[in-house]
């Protein structure tokens, strides 16, 4: 079984160019005969961080030229941790017809998934480059670091999916849960306001997984280095997800196509 996990894996990985197309037509897709294209994606959510950055830096006596950043980055990176995990409750069941009627390595559908989600992100991030050229902040090497924080996002992603895509096939009170509980995280998680207002409570955010991986990628880009407890508590945490959702994917993977 852990041998055809891995083959399944390494094939869906090697049709990287099937994925990548059909993710971006997807998306194009969606906004197809708009004027914008996807590029609506990135002035939704323009709109939201200007807004909403504007209006709690008054609220939180922050200064708008480092708290718009800020918020911008918090807004894009946990709403690629959440639209991962929101939608990989569907990864399997959305493609019930598509399992069924091909060949296809399962693990395929789950790198469509992440790569639809990389095009939005990387359409968004274009908000940050705007944000810092009105309100520049001195970046050094340390920026490279979002990199591996990027990257550790992803593969935790890819095997959260792998984890959750299955479960949810399975039980189909799974996908409002989650979203719950992702929706419960964004109000835990430092996105619009900042930890250090919780002084006495801070303990509460380190205990936030997802406040870890979100500070891999935001503090790079704010000019800063994450600290060795956000780069532990993140790698081992990818580390054990990777673990247990590989042993689960193998023992439960020739049963995904009944549940879907």
């Known amino acids: 079984m852990l041998r055809q996990a891995w083959d399944d894996i390494v094939d869906g990985l090697r049709r990287w160019r099937t994925w990548t197309y059909l993710s971006s037509h997807e998306i194009r897709r969606q906004y197809q005969r708009s004027l914008l294209g996807p590029f609506w994606l990135t002035l939704n959510m323009g709109i939201l961080v200007g807004a909403l950055g504007w209006f709690y830096a008054g ?96 593969i935790s992603g890819f095997f959260a999916s792998l984890l959750i895509g299955p479960i949810a096939a399975r039980f189909r009170d799974i996908p409002p849960i989650v979203g719950s509980i992702v929706q419960i995280f964004f109000f835990l998680t430092p996105v619009f306001w900042s930890a250090d207002s919780l002084s006495d409570r801070a303990y509460f955010v380190h205990a936030n997984p997802f406040y870890h991986y979100l500070e891999l990628v935001r503090r790079p880009l704010m000019g800063g280095v994450p600290s060795d407890l956000s780069w532990i508590v993140a790698g081992s945490l990818t580390v054990v997800l990777a673990v247990v959702a590989f042993v689960f994917f193998a023992r439960f993977r020739s049963q995904i196509a009944y549940w879907a």
């Open 59 to 154: 609220v939180f006596g922050q200064e708008i030229s480092s708290f718009l950043p800020y918020v911008a980055l918090g807004f894009m990176v946990f709403g690629l941790i959440s639209s991962i995990i929101n939608d990989s409750t569907a990864v399997f069941s959305g493609a019930a017809a598509s399992i069924r009627q091909s060949q296809l390595p399962l693990s395929f559908y789950v790198y469509k998934l992440l790569a639809r989600h990389l095009i939005a992100f990387a359409h968004n991030f274009a908000i940050y480059v705007v944000v810092w050229l009105i309100f520049p902040i001195p970046l050094d090497w340390s920026v490279l670091l979002a990199i591996p924080g990027l990257m550790l996002i992803i």
